[in-house]
């Protein structure tokens, strides 16, 4: 493999590209074990090229707009410290007791208030459709008595986060707020070591870019952000030289893999 992997390394984008075709082809034809055995290892070297490559490209793309990675100050200054604020706010004012305090006194106010400033602190929900449509939702006293309980319960509950998700966006579908961004966003703050932020349209091309063979659904589920995880731990090894904190960091540079001309602040 060893051999065949320094083989593919010379090679051209467009001779990969047609050693796939024909490594595919050879799977799915007539070919005996053997040549089967041959096509499938050269696909196999052939994806982890051309893996290699895409993530090299965006790696340096990633490090020329923000000279020092992860750890320089314009990184820290236009994408991390931001979150790393909202964050400290997330898990101040929807900590565990304060909410079953307010739950308890169906106080739905002062709840909306404190949701409503940890979605004001990043522009992850932007102004727009997204942010309207879940604050205009949230302050409904009907839709308040199940929506933060179940907030409540995917913060602080019982069980692992994916499993926490799950019974999250369950809640969310019920209530009409089918996005993968509104479940995502309050744990991705709140555990940012174990949690990915998704909007799906740009997980989505994430996957694609990187060559990580998984699918989003349409709507958020247990299983499908399980995958999340696995593809944000994956990343987290290949971006190892640049020293990756946490979630936060992957999520910037996912948006910044995913459109390099986002705005400052994403």
């Given amino acids: 493999m060893a051999s065949l992997i320094d083989q593919v390394r010379n090679e051209s984008d467009d001779r990969l590209q047609g050693l796939r075709r024909e490594a595919r082809q050879?799977?799915?034809?007539?070919?005996?074990?053997?040549?089967?055995?041959e096509a499938e290892a050269l696909l196999l070297a052939v994806e982890q090229e051309l893996e290699r490559r895409r993530l090299t490209a965006v790696i340096a793309r990633f490090e020329d707009t923000y000279p020092g990675g992860f750890h320089g100050d314009a990184y820290l200054d236009r994408q991390r410290?931001?979150?790393?604020?909202?964050?400290?706010?997330?898990?101040?004012?929807?900590?565990?007791?304060?909410?079953?305090?307010?739950?308890?006194?169906?106080?739905?106010?002062?709840?909306?208030?404190r949701t409503k400033l940890v979605i004001e602190m990043t522009v992850l929900l932007p102004v727009g459709y997204r942010r309207t449509r879940l604050l205009d939702e949230v302050r409904k006293p009907m839709v308040a008595r199940l929506f933060y309980p179940a907030l409540l319960d995917a913060l602080h509950g019982n069980g692992e986060a994916v499993e926490r998700l799950g019974r999250f966006a369950a809640v969310l579908d019920d209530l009409g707020l089918r996005d993968w961004a509104y479940p995502t966003y309050f744990m991705f703050l709140s555990e940012p070591?174990?949690?990915?932020?998704?909007i799906r349209e740009r997980m989505d091309r994430g996957?694609?870019?990187?060559?990580?063979?998984?699918?989003?659904?349409?709507?958020?589920?247990?299983?499908s952000y399980a995958a999340v995880l696995a593809f944000s731990g994956w990343l987290m090894d290949r971006l190892a030289a640049l020293e990756p904190r946490d979630m936060i960091d992957l999520q910037s540079f996912i948006w910044f893999m995913t459109d390099v001309s986002m705005p400052a602040r994403a």
Wanted: glycine letters at 8%; a negative charge.
């Fill in 26 to 37: 050879a799977l799915n034809g007539d070919a005996g074990p053997d040549r089967q055995d």
């Fill in 81 to 113: 410290n931001h979150k790393v604020r909202a964050s400290m706010i997330c898990r101040d004012r929807l900590a565990a007791a304060a909410m079953r305090d307010l739950i308890g006194r169906r106080d739905w106010e002062r709840l909306f208030d």
């Fill in 193 to 198: 070591d174990a949690c990915m932020f998704v």
């Fill in 207 to 223: 996957l694609d870019i990187a060559g990580y063979p998984a699918d989003l659904t349409p709507r958020p589920g247990a299983e």
